[in-house]
């Protein structure tokens, strides 16, 4: 069982930039591929990036890649998505999940956090 709890989200402005935390807690965190998703209002929940067990492997979707970064600290049981140049299309919840391996899939999942709420003003 791993629990996980989100941070960092909040209001900014168009071209600002947010740190979101992933803070786990529970078994075996490093063992874990981990997947940062949004859902905006009226919309499904859509991956965004995931990065493997041990750092050593990242993928992200087509509308954040070159804006976001996901990393991770196995020592900290913590994981990280930087993100740049943000954009009033980025505004959602923002949920970390972790799974086995480094997944696109939401149903791949097997632990979710609760999310952080992210808004981007134009």
């Known amino acids: 069982q791993v629990q996980l709890v989100e941070s960092g989200g909040g209001l900014v402005q168009a071209g600002g930039s947010l740190r979101l935390s992933c803070a786990a807690s529970?078994?075996?965190?490093?063992?874990?591929?981990m997947g940062w998703f949004r859902q905006a209002p009226g919309k499904e929940r859509e991956f965004v990036a995931t990065i493997s067990w041990n750092g050593g492997s990242t993928y992200y979707a087509v509308a954040v890649k070159g804006r976001f970064t996901i990393s991770r600290d196995n020592a900290k049981n913590t994981v990280y998505l930087e993100m740049i140049n943000l954009k009033p299309e980025d505004t959602a919840v923002y949920y970390c999940a972790a799974g086995r391996g480094t997944m696109v899939a939401v149903g791949a999942y097997l632990y979710w956090g609760q999310g952080t709420q992210v808004t981007v003003s134009s």
């Open positions: 529970g078994r075996a965190f490093g063992s874990y591929g």
